[in-house]
C-alpha cells in the first residue's frame, strides 16, 4: 500500500516536469530515385516509416528520373552543389541538411534527420541556391569518364572511316 502511495505522489508532483517529446521539425528530404530500382524502393519505404513512426514533420520531396522531365536537372544541380557530381554517382541518392547520402545507407539518413531534428538544418533546395549564388560560374555538367570520352573518339574515327570507304567505292 506504501509503494502504490508513494508511487501515486511522484506521479502528482514530479511527472508534470518531465518534458515530453518535442514535436517533430519541419525536414525537408529530397530523394532523387528511378522506377523500377530496388535500392530507391527501400529508401522510399523506409522515409515513409520515419514520417509515420519517429519524425511526422519530415517533407519528401522525391524526384523520379524516369518519370520527371525536370528531374535530371534538378539531379545534376544537386549533386553539383553537394560536391559530388562525377560519372559514378547515381540513385538513389538522398539529400538531408546539408549531407548527401547515395544509395539505401537507412542509418545514415536516419541520422541525418535525427541530427536535424535536434538543430537547425539548412533546407537542401536552399544549399542549392547558395552554392550557385555564390559561384555564379559554377555550370552544372556531368562529369564523362575518360574510357566514355575514347569511346566517343572511336566511333567518330569509324564514321569517318566509313564515309571515306563508301565515298572511295563509289568513285570507281
Known sequence: MKKILALLLFSFFFLPFIPARA????????????QGCSHCANV???????????????????????????????YVDFA???????ATVSVPI?????????GDVLREIHSAIALC????????????KEY???NSNAKPTVETSSN?????????????????????????
Open 132 to 134: 550557385f549564388a555564390n
Open 44 to 74: 522510399k519505404s523506409y522515409l515513409q516509416t520515419l514520417t509515420r513512426d519517429e519524425f511526422p514533420g519530415i517533407n519528401v520531396i522525391e524526384k523520379d528520373l524516369r518519370t520527371d522531365p525536370d528531374a535530371y536537372q534538378g
Open 148 to 172: 566514355q570520352e575514347l569511346l566517343g573518339y572511336v566511333i567518330i574515327g569509324i564514321l569517318i572511316i566509313g564515309g571515306i570507304v563508301i565515298f572511295l567505292n563509289k568513285k570507281s
Open 23 to 34: 514535436e517533430s521539425k519541419p525536414i525537408n528530404v529530397y530523394v532523387f530515385t528511378e
Open 117 to 128: 531534428d535536434l538543430k537547425e538544418c539548412k533546407d537542401p533546395a536552399q544549399v542549392v
Open 94 to 102: 538522398t539529400y538531408v541538411g546539408e549531407k548527401a547520402i547515395q
Open 80 to 86: 553539383t552543389a553537394y560536391g559530388i557530381m562525377s
